[in-house]
């Protein structure tokens, strides 16, 4: 089938088998392997993409019911080439080790904070809540989203 | 994997779930259903997907009534704050399924019809007395809520019948309900008890109760006789109290991951007394409006 949808502001038109996921198709049909492949049961959080600009988990997206939609993965949050600056704070705190959760806790860091531009320490962990981190222990990540909280409030 | 059917309309769906009875799945948000059919925990020729019949999604007030369209999303219920003063325990019950990105996806349909014990809507939903719509090739009808639940994973739904929606009721004024949880983690877990509570009250006397159970029985479960124990006058920590051993009383928990029969069974008795003294303080006035409770329902001075 036909499906039609915007990544990060670029249009893409392509045919996908029906029962594909939104992960399939961002990974292996357009190219856009930011988005990382954790659990594919939902629990993880590593595939994380915004949907209209609502968090979801690829995985258990089928690709047919955003069809027309607007997609931003990780790849769409910093300028081209360059970091955003939720992804650099996340650099200045060590707020990623291994690296294959960053761009779900990215991508769910985004969402809140355009949802909630001042949340709270807790609120940061309740948004964060679905996405997994196996090394940092999730301190650094929360310091990162909370830093770039306050420097967009004063930019 | 299975085919994908994209059904044209709501009586296009009912007619193709009808004419492919026990090989056609419906999908909504997908959550549970991409999950089941992948560890073969489900099995389906069709998947037929929903997400077209918008008129499914979302709330309508009309008067005390509210109508919850199958469709709408776990995450609309949690960011309505009008719902958070009216219907608190909807709210409680929708903001602790899963993760942010589950309830953008989940929709109430979904969680109802699934049928998990443990699911967080059911118990939420019978204390505001909620009323199942469905459709199927017959037309449509409405029955008392808790009636949709058959057993674990198993609904009363006839064979292409689909859920359209629920009715719940919420008074105006002098009500209160309150849905609490206990889980070894705060997210991104399942119950391993779930309690729903609703009173509406008449100057300081208990008019109406009900109590729902969700996780210690193969079915959400209403348990009058607990329910029965605040009505008639004013709700106190003893009559509370006596709800929730009765409610302990009432339910069949099993022993598993999440915890054993005997504990479920006496935190059933816990959240039935916090809960209840929640939605009496809602009733009465004397919560703040639209303010959420502890997800345990342990209140400051309660905690000291």
């Given amino acids: 089938m036909r499906l039609e949808l915007t990544a990060n502001g670029d249009p893409y038109r392509r045919e996908i088998e029906p029962d594909a996921t939104l992960l399939d198709v961002l990974r292996d049909v357009i190219g856009l392997t930011g988005t990382k492949w954790g659990c594919k049961t939902g629990d993880c959080g590593a595939c994380t993409v915004l949907v209209d ?41 060590g707020g990623a080790q291994c690296g294959f959760c960053t761009p779900g806790m990215l991508v769910s860091a985004e969402a809140l904070l355009r949802h909630n531009p001042a949340p709270t320490e807790a609120e940061v962990r309740e948004a964060l809540a679905g996405n997994l981190c196996r090394c940092t222990g999730y301190n650094k990540i929360v310091d990162a989203v909370l830093e770039t909280a306050q420097s967009r409030a004063t930019a | 994997m299975p085919e994908l059917y994209v059904p044209k309309g709501l009586d296009d769906a009912v007619a193709f779930m009808a004419a492919h009875a026990g090989a056609a799945l419906p999908i909504a948000g997908g959550t549970d259903v991409l999950i089941d059919t992948r560890v073969g925990r489900a099995s389906a020729e069709w998947l037929v997907d929903l997400s077209p019949l918008g008129a499914l999604a979302g709330l309508e007030r009309d008067g005390e009534t509210l109508h919850i369209g199958a469709l709408t999303r776990i995450r609309t219920l949690e960011l309505d704050r009008e719902l958070a003063r009216s219907a608190p325990a909807l709210v409680e019950a929708a903001r602790v399924l899963g993760s942010v990105q589950i309830r953008t996806m989940a929709t109430v349909g979904g969680n109802l019809c699934h049928a998990t014990p443990s699911a967080e809507m059911p118990p939420a939903l019978l ?69 729903a509570a609703a009173v509406e009250v008449e100057g300081t006397t208990v ?29 106190t920590d003893e009559s509370a109290a006596e709800a929730g051993v009765r409610a302990a009383a009432a339910c069949s928990p099993i022993s598993d991951a999440r915890g054993t029969a005997e504990y479920r069974r006496d935190v059933t008795a816990v959240l039935v007394r916090r809960a209840l003294r929640i939605a009496w303080l ?23």
């Fill in chain 2, 127 to 195: 204390v505001h007395e909620g009323e199942a719509d469905a459709v199927g090739p017959e037309g449509t009808r409405s029955f008392a809520l808790a009636e949709l639940f058959a057993g674990p994973g198993r609904t009363t739904l006839r064979p292409g019948e689909l859920l359209a929606g629920v009715r719940v009721r919420v008074p105006s004024a002098s009500a209160g309900s309150c849905y609490l949880r206990q889980t070894v983690r705060w997210s991104m877990d399942l119950a391993g008890v779930g309690v």
């Fill in chain 1, 53 to 93: 600009g609502q968090p979801v988990v690829s995985c258990l997206q089928l690709a047919c019911q955003v069809d027309g939609r607007a997609v931003t993965t990780v790849e769409g949050l910093g300028p081209d080439g360059d970091l955003g600056d939720l992804q650099a704070a996340f650099v200045r705190y």
């Fill in chain 2, 207 to 235: 008019t109406a109760a009900r109590v729902a159970l969700g996780a210690v029985a193969p079915v959400p479960l209403l348990v009058p006789e607990a329910a029965d124990a605040v009505v008639g006058g004013e709700l």
């Fill in chain 2, 282 to 304: 809602r009733a009465t006035g004397s919560w703040p409006a639209g303010a959420l409770a502890p997800i345990n329902g342990v209140l400051p001075e309660e905690a000291a």
